[in-house]
């Protein structure tokens, strides 16, 4: 998941120990593996080279699953969240510091849209050469999802599955207690914003301060609006509770894309949230 990981786990002295874990941990690397835009036999890489060839690609269930729900917040989002907009990174590279010019983005630019995607019933066909999907910017939760069902599955009713700080939780510590969750603080490194307490269900979070670029004094995060090609502005970084990681993980990349209406958008989902804006104000209901 290139992010640290963890699984928490209490477990019942019958329970074959290696058993359990190897199997939660065998789900977080069977779909790493599979949604992985780096490995060459992932479905990622197969469906990015069928776009690049112009051919028509069949998927499994699970796959039509992912793409279902990023198909719902595209078209819910007004096309704000679009797992096309993974081919910006061509132009913008984290690792270097460097500002791409505005003639690199508009060169990508018609290379992001969803909406230029023909997907129906397990079939995709892309209608521009070049186009990519990037399942990152939900697998991740949606592993942590999996890898606590699975977990659940084995008898386990006490633990957590934490990937790259999003957090599924499965049942309460062994005396009833909830987990207390730490949500990072977007500009002072090692402190802590808040911490939450979560008896079940999942907490995510997102911002700008893992991935970004510091240039004349401005900075530019990783989250990238896909009509643009530019950073959004507005939050620097969001946390969600929800029933599932999924859930909480896309509702927070939604606010980051919604900037300064981030806020009043959450409050209109539901769910139990803290943001801090770039005024430095936390913002929220937790």
């Known amino acids: 998941m290139g992010s640290p990981c963890a699984v928490h786990l209490y477990l019942n ?15 977080v690397v069977r779909l790493e593996r599979k949604y ?3 490995r060459d036999d992932s479905i990622a890489s197969a469906i990015n080279r069928a776009a690049n ?23 819910e989002s007004d096309g704000l969240f679009d797992i096309t907009s993974g081919v910006l990174r061509r132009a913008w590279n984290f690792k270097c510091n460097v500002i791409p010019e505005q003639r690199q983005l508009d060169a990508l630019l018609p290379l992001v849209g969803w909406n230029n995607v023909e997907w129906q019933q397990s079939c995709l066909r892309f209608s521009v050469p070049g186009m990519e999907l990037d399942f990152g910017g939900y697998v991740k939760e ?8 699975v977990a659940h599955r ?30 990072r603080h977007p500009r002072l490194p ?8 979560v008896l079940q269900g999942a907490v995510a979070s997102s911002g700008d301060y893992e991935r970004a670029i510091v240039h004349n004094g401005k900075r530019y995060g990783h989250i990238l609006d896909p009509r643009t090609g530019w950073p959004v502005s507005g939050l620097v970084a969001v946390t969600v509770l929800a029933d599932h990681c999924l859930l909480a993980g896309t509702a927070c990349t939604l606010a980051m894309l919604n900037g300064e209406h981030g806020p009043a958008w959450l409050d209109q989902l539901g769910v139990k949230w803290l943001a801090m804006n ?3 104000e936390v913002l929220g209901n937790l």
């Open 13 to 27: 002295s019958s329970e074959p120990k290696a058993l359990v874990v190897d199997q939660v941990i065998a789900e």
């Open 36 to 38: 992985s835009r780096y």
């Open 53 to 75: 060839d112009g051919e028509p690609i069949q998927v499994d269930e699970e796959t039509s699953l992912l793409l279902d729900y990023a198909n719902t917040l595209f078209c």
């Open 142 to 149: 949606y592993a942590a999802d999996c890898a606590a069902a």
């Open 154 to 183: 084995l008898g386990v009713r006490h633990g957590l599955v934490e990937l790259g700080g999003d957090v599924r939780v499965i049942g309460p510590h062994l005396d009833g207690r909830p987990w207390r969750v730490g949500v």
């Open 190 to 197: 090692e402190a802590v914003l808040a911490e939450v307490s």
């Open 278 to 280: 770039q005024k430095g």
